[in-house]
């Protein structure tokens, strides 16, 4: 447990999969590609779905459970989203095992699906062939679902978080009157994630839209978040799509409207997965461990009692514990440990790798002089306050230690974004500093793929708010009318 | 919507799946055997969860997620799961589809998988194999860990929410230092399961083991919760089962004690299902649809505005917001219906069928009178009451209503559980009354097996207290200590 990380400088793929290990996040499992969620990762995730969950209801939304299984030809009823999700899937064929006559078991033949089921990568068509039930008139409309759910994509090279085969999200589907409504719609899901994304992560996200090759399979329009990591590299943390009428008229959902004519129904999807805790991790975590935003982690602060006799504990315990009341009655989530299985250095290092924002230790000196040590996990400082003070100072602290976060990181990525204005910068930053980049592009698939060949950089985003400015393409020069955002991402 | 369900007394199957339909809970899919779990069903769900979820963390217990496959040859390692498990079951058996150069999809024959995957039908293997690498020494224990995931069990008949071949539920694996702890925390669970399902569910439940043939397959000992439901049919709600050192023994997870010797770790299991859903339709709801007990209820009291002018409108509304605003005060769900789309009666057959325990209507009259109209649910009585009482008798009626949908189900129990002496009698009453019998039974499988095939009937348990009675089995005569729980079940 007190091993030292890998430094971020040294290898920073092998930092980030030590650190996911060794904070008891997420290990990988006997199945290829799935993951096992320890309880410390689980009970992070459980605060981002309840900060999500709360968001989606306070707009309306509701909750549902559709099948995890899809037949398969459900996906050939949307000619692009079969391009883009119908590969690499697992693929149910039978229902069935029998004895081997060993002790082990066999497939039985005899117990094979007339249609395969898929087990589902992304629930639209299964969903959209329900809502062709649900929806019969603009009284239905509109229908604001959400699922928490587990989906499964056979990815190739996977890794703790960030790409796994089996991993957890949650997926809206809204169903609306107009196009201008499920726009909004859209419009709003991408602005909530990035709300969630800078109050709660503490990680600051630029808005934008995909480029055609870049968007979810059957999308007219996918928005999304980007930030940057501490590598220099891109991470996609959530999506939004305007699916049009796509889905509506694959599953022939009409709907009849006030003045009694039929119209196909216009749908929006958006999700967020247990990615984004790649993303909390490698925002703001370091050579010594995670580090936690406070409204994010599950123990905000730890206490730890510094003895060397049974007298010591009891006097030190009981500061503690009235410590604990006050704190707990500010509604800080804080934690005394007592455990005389390890020494306080051993909890030390313990707490800084799993990256509860305060530590307060407690000794018998500090109980004569009134005093307590409060440690910080952001800037790793420590001070001596005085006995009285502490709830209200670690109050602060919660609020100054979350700020300090996310502005650390919109610095870093103010500090890594760059615009360039050749094909010859923008390869050079990339190879130097990585990062951002900002620079013209003549729009047409063709130069994003030969970047993207050239280089592995692609357009994280077609920023919302990009400023007008004319311009002429770094590899084409064909005219442009605004820089796009690229990056290598993961 | 407002279509009249079938008497319960006509055919109660055929009441319970009109009811679950009609009331928005849930329906079947295009998938065999697997439930869209509907918004409204969906938010019931949620509140058994989070009240579940509240009652294992008060308890110790922590979540966390495990993946959704298992390798096939992991079932084969407990003798007796393999036995109960690892036959009706989804088999992943291929990782990639292809085109089929006519639109569609056919699965790649060159993506076959090495070693089969099974979709989990319960997670007692993959967990045991993580936990060998989790637990050295008895530092590491106890290990009190849940997961809230789906499963899939490839039921022949399904019925939404009772038997359907994926479902919902929450399933605990614990590991212990000994025999004892790991039996305590079995008798733990089921005490929690009972007391989530009398206090919330209004569900008054016999407690008791199962006998050796219905024992979760692995276990030494399954402790369970039995309900009757209103047509005399008993349901298994939940399950606890002492797991012995079986599963650490199949997956070789020791742990080195206090003075250094090692030995197999004990174990428990435990699990309830969206099946409660079910149980908690069966056990309340009658002719008219749902009947919710407040602490399940989404929306505890709707309110009704009657109106017939816009200027009637603004002047009841006035009143149903203030009314909402103390109600809520209080801490109560309540939802004001102002939609202009549907007429008052049909709003009363809508919250009717949905089992909303309290409705508020308020009309012209009532304002200039300072009264309202608050309907009960379950006694489906209506009382005029005064404006400025509402919130207090409200307030009120959520104990009241609570209390007497269990006080009417317990007293449905007592009057359907009979004693008997006689095998004659014992299937007279099961074809005249059904329900509950307590019947001798001389511990032999083969009588049980014999009373199962002559009369569909099983038991249900071995009560936990059940009193000591020297006896003669009803069907062999031979000795028997006590009385057991019979019934037909679902």
Redesign the interface.
Known sequence: MAKKLTKRSEDYSKWYNELVINADLA?N???RG??????YG??IW?KMQAELDRMFKETGH???????????????KE?SH?DGF?????????????DDGE???V?DPDAKLEE????RPTSET?IW??YR?WIQSY?DLPLL?NQW??V?R?EMRTRLFLRTA?F?WQEGHTAHATKQEAIEETEQMVNIYAEFAENFMAMPVIKGFKTESERFAGALETYCIEALMQDGKALQAGTSHFLGQNFAKAFDVKFTDKDGKQDYVWASSWGVSTRLMGALIMTHSDDNGLVLPPRLAPDQVVIVPIYRSEEQFNLVSNVAKEVMSELRLKGIRVKFDDRD?HKPGWKFNEYELKGVPVRIAIGPRDVENGTLEIARRDTLTKELVSRENVAKIVEGLMEEIQDNLYTKAANYRTENTTEVSSYEEFKKILETKGGFILAHWDGSKETEELIKNETKATIRCILINAKEEEGTCMVTGKPSKMKVLFAKAY
């Not at 509701?62 to 037949?71: D, G, K, R, S, V």
């Not at 119908?86 to 029998?98: D, G, N």
């Not at 395969?116 to 087990?119: A, D, G, Q, R």
């Open positions: 290990e499992s006997g199945v799935c993951m096992v969620i320890k309880p689980f009970s459980e509701q909750n549902a459970y559709f099948p995890l299984f899809i037949p398969k030809s459900y996906f050939s000619a079969v119908a590969k690499e899937c697992a693929v149910v064929t039978h229902y069935r095992l029998k002790g082990g078991v497939v395969e089921l898929i087990v299964i062939d329900t039930k009284r679902i759910a587990n499964v056979w089996e957890l299985t």
